[in-house]
């Protein structure tokens, strides 16, 4: 199979989310790409490209077996496989992911939470203990972490990527608006809450310009 | 011009964002569009079609004026414009985003937090009394808001959608991870943080697939 693109991926955590969310409420055995189409608010052609892409084929009317997209799609996305990360960052927005617990679904497994604040190590977070940073590189051997979520301010943001990547975790979530400098094996996923903004004030300045 | 794609519009956020970055340090008069890919990792193709659909055109090998990007897609993507903001739910996510700060530059401005517990209301957020989510509706009208920001737990987020949806907000952002139903008119941005770790589980399930 060839690499997915980041688009793709992110529209089969959709249909993911979306078989799932549907099969919670009433068993489903099958589901048309013109149903999840509607639902997401795609093009229902976009649909079945991206499921013919990990090997799913429709029939007919009848459309898709819900059972085997799901498998298919956890498979193709690794879900089933545990991650195990470390937050970094016990302020607000450490907090808020930790407290989230949607992760589990995932496959994601949060190890332990850490802060170089004194007043905030040693206290209860979510039911962690909040841990010093200078502690990372050893916890991250000996527990095998492969991820790292981080949520600190900005100025700290590149040394700590530096000590995560030394201490061999393989991939990055970074919330701190900043681009961070890593070896190319390892993968960086920025999440810019600002990305989001581009289509509300976009939608928002057609609306003032309608009024004029 | 025709509307743009949310895609479009993330893309020329984040050259907007990398040109405000990279003028910040040193003043740079013209880029091109090789430079803007290679530090973005897209295609420089792709940048000159983003720049031709918002009018913008280089000139061979000096490429584009920095200042003339800036100014257009600011105007495009409505930055300039004041756009007054809510955010509802005083919980880690609701103060993350007030601490967060960084919405001046995109013209948002945040006018008010709200929760439903009575232990938070009256105490003080980021520097802002968080209020009753019963004062929310006269709070809107009263203070022309154009956004709610949705930071609430699932359970209650489709009945504070329509509240405010009713007291005439235009747009929803909305953090809680569910799906909200509101009239055509009303643009709602869904902020899930499950599609930002596709890219991840994706990533690192490779890597498992390579040790074996």
Redesign the interface.
Known sequence: MAR?K??V??R???YY?FLN?KTASRPLKTITSAQIAEALDVDPTQVRKDFGAIGLVGIGRVGYQVEEVCCTIRR????D?E?RAVIIGA???G??LL??G??D????RILGIFDNDPRKIGRKLEGYTIEPVRTLKPFIRKYDI??AILATPVEVAQTLADRVVSAGV??I?NFA?T?LTVPETV?V?N??????????????????DSRE
Request: hydrophobic share 45%; aromatic share 10%; no cysteine.
């Open positions: 997915l980041r688009v991926l992110e089969l955590m959709q989310r969310r193709v996305l690794g879900l496989l991650k302020g607000r927005l907090g808020a407290a989230y949607g992760f679904k995932y496959g994601l492969e991820l393989k991939a979530w608006p681009r993968l996923r999440e810019h809450i600002s990305l989001g903004l581009a289509k509300i004030t976009y939608f928002l300045r057609q609306e003032h």
